[in-house]
């Protein structure tokens, strides 16, 4: 079975690829950089699964393929669940931007005490078939956010993440500690197990 990754950010495809292939999955793997003709969705959907599935359903369309995509971010307690789907693009930076993002949260936040810190990853995965099957599996990783960054593994927000039960920030973590909590690693594990059930079924 050949898959297309609808993501053009690198630290994702390779974080995608090791989930899927780790759960035995038995395919093929390419990314929307092996398809430069892919045009580029624009995510306008207010939650995680529907803007998952705008790039899915493009990314399948256009190529014939089986078409995995994610979309995930950061929600703030003290900022009502912000920046949500938003996360990505939240400073609007197009410099830096992982870590304007990141300085802007802190900022903004910037006077909310420690029990008061608290914030979740969500994370929506999806797979399209080219026979229209769509398969969705959601993952959730709480935990607390710190006042500066620790760690310099992971993207995004993992800097100042510490996730629940534990003492040290995502981005301190090994990429398979990671993987083991994470709000991407959960989505995917489950959607793989979807995945393998829809091709038994299929045979």
């Not at 995608?16 to 793997?29: D, Q």
């Not at 003290?78 to 304007?100: H, K, Y």
Request: charged share 25%.
């Amino acid at each position: 079975m050949k898959f297309v990754l609808a993501t053009r950010n690198s630290h994702k495809a390779i974080e995608l690829k090791r989930i899927l292939e780790e759960l035995e999955i038995e395919c093929e793997l390419f990314t929307v950089a092996d398809f430069p003709g892919a045009t580029e969705v624009e995510e306008t959907e207010d939650t995680f699964e529907g803007n998952a599935l705008l790039k899915a359903r493009a990314l399948a369309k256009f190529t014939g393929l089986a078409a995995i995509a994610d979309d995930s971010g950061i929600c703030v307690d003290a900022l009502n669940g912000d920046p949500g789907v938003l996360s990505a693009r939240w400073s609007g930076a197009t410099e830096n931007v992982d870590r304007a993002n990141l300085e802007l949260v802190l900022e903004q936040i910037s006077e909310v005490e420690a029990a008061n810190r608290g914030a979740h990853f969500m994370c929506s995965a999806v797979a399209v078939f080219p026979d229209g099957t769509e398969l969705v599996a959601t993952g959730k990783m709480q935990g607390s956010l710190l006042r500066k960054p620790q760690g310099s593994n992971g993207f995004g927000y993992d800097p100042i993440f510490v996730p629940t039960g534990f003492t040290k920030t995502t981005a301190e973590m090994s990429a398979s500690e990671k993987d083991a909590i994470s709000h991407r690693g959960i989505a995917l594990k489950e959607l793989a197990h979807q995945i393998s059930e829809f091709l038994s079924s299929t045979r």
